[in-house]
């Protein structure tokens, strides 16, 4: 495994030479900022970033995310001149040395909390998902933000681009997301860079727009969309594990097999009797995930693929970006470290 860490460039309040002094890391996950969805990544920017994390003493190898415009989603005839854009983003990036891509096919918001902080009984804070208060959030308002979210939404194009989706079913979403793939694929082949696409986090529909890379069934059918080893997964057990019904432990060894996980997103989720779920420490007695169980399920299938801990909690006071402080993140690391030495040293066992 290639342990890697999210950074979100020089605005990010956590400091990459900080990420460096972490034990094991690998490689810096980030992207181009600066550029709206859909248009083409500078070839300057990109050297920029390749350079400022090699001059880190890490690895430039992994975005998170190059961002599908809502046209290609929606599947307009505009779609065409933003797939070009993204087939030459992946040119580019692979010409940079990028070997994965993450991305997702969520319409219109990416990740979604109804709260960014609430207070744990140890005092930390974390990000929840809390069911009713999510069946009372209008999104129209204009007046939520959250971190994974586009920001450039004002109240009228919000409203427009959910008329859009009024006519838009789950198969027009699969359909839509094959066309993609179709065009993508054989450049990401080209290039040599993997792609891997995010689970919908939550793995059900918000606020009444369809999500479809939610559960085994979804991810077989994703999977043979274009059937590729360069059509990927990243595997994000806090997205798809914050609902029962997805067998982690099994999810992983069965698509690690398959070498389809390119990309390892691992943190732990409490779920709530009721299906809501708080955002825990990665350690297994913090959550609902058994995280020694996943971490075998995927070296014992030969897992090569970059990790990476995912949210953090915000502990120590540190304030930042909420799911992304250094301090959580970096504890979880040295956890996913402690998890995969002892696996490397201990060897497989039946
Ligand atoms: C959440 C992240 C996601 C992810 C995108 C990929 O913290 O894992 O926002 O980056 O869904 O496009």
Redesign the pocket.
């Known amino acids: 495994m290639k342990l890697s860490f ?1 950074w979100y460039g020089e605005s990010d309040p956590v400091k990459i030479e900080y990420i460096r002094q972490i034990p094991n890391m690998h490689s810096i996950v980030t992207a181009v900022y600066d550029v709206p969805p859909g248009e083409l990544w500078s070839r300057e920017s990109i050297a920029a970033l390749k350079k400022r994390t090699e001059e880190a003493g890490l690895h430039f190898e992994v975005i ?5 415009h809502e046209d290609i989603k929606l599947g307009k005839p505009t779609r065409e001149r933003y797939i070009a854009n993204y087939q030459e983003n992946i040119r580019r990036l692979g010409e940079a040395g990028v070997r994965c891509i ?3 096919f ?1 319409p219109v918001f ?2 979604t909390r109804t709260k960014l902080d609430k207070p744990l009984p140890d005092g930390s804070n974390a990000l929840v998902y809390e069911k009713e208060d999510l069946e009372k959030m209008d999104p129209l308002t204009g007046e939520l933000n959250l ?2 979210w586009d920001a450039s939404y004002t109240k009228e194009s919000l409203r427009a681009v959910f008329d859009e989706y009024a006519g838009i079913t789950e198969e027009d979403l699969w359909e839509n997301l094959r066309y993609f793939l179709s065009k993508i694929i054989p450049v990401a082949e080209e290039a040599d860079v993997k792609m891997a ?5 939550p793995p059900w529909p918000i606020f009444g727009l369809p999500r479809i890379i939610t559960c085994e069934e979804n991810l077989d059918r994703f999977l043979k969309l274009v059937d590729s080893p360069y059509n990927g997964l ?1 595997f ?1 057990t ?2 798809l594990g914050c609902t029962k019904t997805n067998d982690m432990v099994k999810l992983v060894g069965k698509y690690t097999a398959m070498g389809r996980i390119h990309f390892l ?1 691992v943190r732990n989720v409490k779920i709530l009797p009721d299906g809501s779920f708080e955002e825990s420490g990665h350690y297994s007695g913090c959550g609902s995930l058994d995280i020694p169980a996943i971490l075998k399920a995927a070296y014992d299938n030969g897992f090569d693929g970059y990790i990476r801990p ?2 953090g909690r915000m502990i120590w006071g540190e304030t930042g970006k909420p ?2 402080g250094l301090f959580d993140r970096a504890l979880g690391a040295a956890y996913l470290n402690g998890i995969w030495e002892t696996l490397e040293k201990t060897g497989k066992e039946g």
């Open positions: 999210r998170e995310s190059v961002p599908v993450c991305y997702n969520m990416d990740w971190p994974g696409i995010h689970p919908d986090d990243t994000c806090g997205s997103h995912d949210h799911g992304y």
